[in-house]
């Protein structure tokens, strides 16, 4: 089992919509968890960090649900500009390494 | 330089040939990844340091890959008599010691073997 999985999608979506994605991880004593976002051909950046206790950021919101291992990330009133591939990642599994899950793909159509 | 930079950013290479690839590192940066993404794929973890020792290479494919990290800064990844299926985008990314805070990334180096 890979210590980071999410579906891959692909997920097509109206512009407008909303759109979650989960995240599970394996490693029960992980301490930090990212959204990053890849656009086509180019390096993931960093979206938001994950809090405890949720946080949003404009249309994105994070959560973290520790009981279950699972983070999500929930894109609200898509833009066709959000289409891309939104990875996640989990730190501090094996001394501090970083560690990606494949990340979850999505087109926002007109 | 202020972001994580990578060379050469394409390189293209014969079948059986060696090629390195070299990643600088933000300063002060000492926990550094290497990745590598095939088309469309997602990244494929191959190697990490925390300064100059590697406590997880697991990700490395084969014996042909190697990588090593000096002075605590940057870092080669060397692909021995390089194959057609190692054409892919290798991606570097380095973050703080002792936080566990968001990785910065490289624009990659894109392999082509022919």
């Known amino acids: 089992r890979k210590e980071v999985e999410q579906d891959p999608g692909p997920f097509n979506v109206p512009e407008g919509a909303t759109v979650a994605f989960n995240c599970t991880y394996s490693?029960?004593?992980?301490?930090?968890f990212f959204w990053y976002r890849q656009d086509c051909r180019k390096e993931p950046k960093l979206l938001m960090s994950v809090y405890s206790s949720g946080n949003e950021d404009g249309r994105f919101t994070a959560q973290l649900n520790r009981a279950s291992q699972y983070i999500s990330l929930l894109i609200r009133d898509s833009k066709l500009s959000d289409s891309a591939t939104y990875l996640c990642?989990?730190?501090?599994?094996?001394?501090?390494?970083?560690?990606f899950g494949d990340g979850t793909t999505l087109t926002v159509k007109p | 330089g202020a972001g994580v930079s990578q060379s050469p950013s394409n390189k293209v290479t014969e079948k059986g040939k060696d090629v390195e690839l070299r990643c600088d590192p933000i300063s002060g940066h000492t926990a550094l990844y290497w990745y590598r993404q095939s088309l469309g794929q997602g990244l494929e973890f191959l190697i990490y340091?925390?300064?100059?020792?590697?406590?997880?290479k697991s990700g490395l494919p084969s014996d042909r890959f190697s990588a090593e990290r000096t002075g605590g800064s940057v870092s080669t990844l060397t692909i021995q008599r390089t194959q057609q299926e190692d054409s892919a985008v290798y991606l570097c990314a380095s973050t703080k010691q002792g936080e566990l805070t968001e990785a910065f990334f490289g624009q990659g180096t894109r392999l082509t073997v022919v």
């Open positions: 490693n029960s004593a992980s301490q930090s």
């Open positions: 990642v989990v730190t501090g599994t094996n001394a501090g390494k970083s560690t």
């Open positions: 340091f925390q300064g100059n020792s590697a406590p997880d």
